[in-house]
């Protein structure tokens, strides 16, 4: 990354690159993982903070927490789903007859006949793969965290949290467990379970991560200890 005067970055005049100045070299331009809007590889001081300018997605946060508190999040999200799948989600007792259901439950409710690419679908969306994404991101990031080289594929690992981002729709579950229960509410006496506590949670985790992750940062990081 080449130094450049503070003036020319965007975080600190937010002007738009295009039009003030004749395009720099594409080696120091990066593009928003988010929108692909393109900014100028400027230094970004300890504490500060680059979002992209016309989304807001964190381009750099260096801090020296950052990965820390990221991996420490991505290894709560794993036990909260390990525990999200494994205690009752929800327990409804209508006119005497009681029902307690697991997010496994769930899935395999669906899981005869015509209803089995559902059932796949349910445990690929809800289940696999946030369990596959927080995985990749602590075998990409932990070793970064403790001071070591990088594990080998770990730019696979971390290109596939990307990828998978679109695909891990644990929140969309809950928004449709939500309005689920609203209908329920009136017709049963509905019991929210550990599991679910443990759902919200991870969606919230998992939002926070999203939002607050420095993708760039953590390309950087990788690229620098050798794994790209
Ligand atoms: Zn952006």
Redesign the pocket.
Known sequence: MKHRPASATFFVDRRPLIGIMPLPPLEDLIA?P??D?LHIDAPVPPGSIAR?K??G?VLFAPRKQALTQLLSLSIAGVILLVAAISFPFIDIDAMGFENQTSVLNAVTAFSEGRGVPLAVAVALFIIVLPMVRLLALIYAIGPLVTGHRPRRGAHVAFAMTEQLRPWAMAEIFMVGVSVALVKIVGLATVTIGPAFWAFVVLVIITLFNDRVMSRLSIWKALEREGAV
């Open positions: 928003c988010h929108c809007t992209c016309r989304c997605v």
